[in-house]
């Protein structure tokens, strides 16, 4: 099985892209994981919010294949606690997909087409957080999960 992290937009921050880093190294470690970034296309503040959407929709696409199980971070989504969320990690390798996808999407969200091909959402938080911080608090997130999975003293309860 893979994991695949897919991000609209890039992170400007040095401090979060060593974190990202750091995590995506960790999570090597468990299972094959790889971060995509799609870039912001050009004139974004020009283009609609469903234009937008759209536009992003299609290059999420490109990296998208028959059989992927999809999951979008969606402010709407479910919350899981760590240890749930270990669990939901530890279902899917269960159920032998080959690639799980999360998706975190551009300022707008996802356009339908998105949401349409995805199997799930998850929040991370009732809160908002940039989208550059949802990804090191995912990755994070998704290191802790394989670390209480192997049982290993990371998390404390």
């Known amino acids: ?5 897919i991000n609209i937009g890039k992170t400007n921050e040095q401090f979060l892209s060593e974190g990202i880093s750091k995590y995506e190294k960790r999570i090597q470690h468990y299972i094959s ?3 995509i970034y799609l ?3 050009k004139n974004a503040k020009a283009r609609d919010e469903k234009e937008q959407k759209d536009l992003e929709g299609k290059q999420i696409i490109k990296y998208i294949e028959k059989g ?3 999951i979008l971070l969606d402010e ?3 919350q899981y606690s760590s240890v749930d969320f270990a669990g939901a990690v530890q279902h899917q390798l269960n159920k032998g997909i080959k690639n799980l996808v999360f998706i975190i999407g551009g300022a707008f969200g996802f356009s339908d087409e998105i949401y349409r091909l995805a199997h799930e959402k998850i929040s991370l938080s009732l809160m908002t957080f940039s ?3 949802v990804r090191l608090i ?3 997130q998704l290191y802790r999960a394989f670390t209480i999975l ?4 990371y998390h404390h309860k």
């Open 1 to 5: 099985m893979k994991i695949t992290l």
């Open 33 to 35: 994981f790889e971060i």
């Open 39 to 41: 870039f912001e296309k």
């Open 68 to 70: 992927d199980y999809i």
């Open 76 to 78: 709407h989504g479910k």
């Open 131 to 133: 989208h550059q911080l």
């Open 138 to 140: 995912f990755v994070e």
């Open 150 to 153: 192997k049982g290993e003293p």
